[in-house]
């Protein structure tokens, strides 16, 4: 039996506890409500965007990995990257957190 949380929750989960924490959070594109893949883009005042996706792990865990930092000098390739992402499957979420150390709230998303 798959014990993962249906998408929509650990999604709700996930903004609640960046807004608890004061930061900010939104859903940019809104996947399969249960089984959809989440991936996080994380921001600190607007700046320093980076994109975690879950890997699959030797041990057969599903863990959030930094796939992508944006680039200072070319910011469209992060957007273009999501975008094609995107486009790739029609059940992703894509949730943006802009808040100090957002890496922590990634770090506490499990399988």
Do not use: C
């Not at 608890?20 to 409500?33: N, P, Q, S, W, Y």
């Not at 994380?42 to 930094?66: C, H, I, W």
């Not at 949730?95 to 990634?106: C, H, I, M, N, Y």
């Amino acid at each position: 039996m798959d014990e993962r949380l249906p998408a929509h929750i650990e999604v709700n989960g996930l903004i609640r506890a960046v807004q608890a924490a004061g930061g900010f959070a939104t859903v940019l594109a809104k996947g399969e409500r249960d089984a959809g893949t989440i991936l996080i883009v994380t921001l600190q005042n607007g700046t320093n965007a980076r994109l975690y996706e879950r890997m699959p792990q030797l041990d057969g865990s599903r863990k959030f990995v930094l796939t992508r930092e944006q680039d200072a000098e070319k910011p469209q390739e992060f957007n273009e990257y999501i975008a094609k992402r995107s486009a790739q499957d029609s059940d992703l979420w894509i949730v943006e957190l802009d808040v100090a150390d957002a890496e922590r709230f990634v770090a506490v998303q499990h399988d």
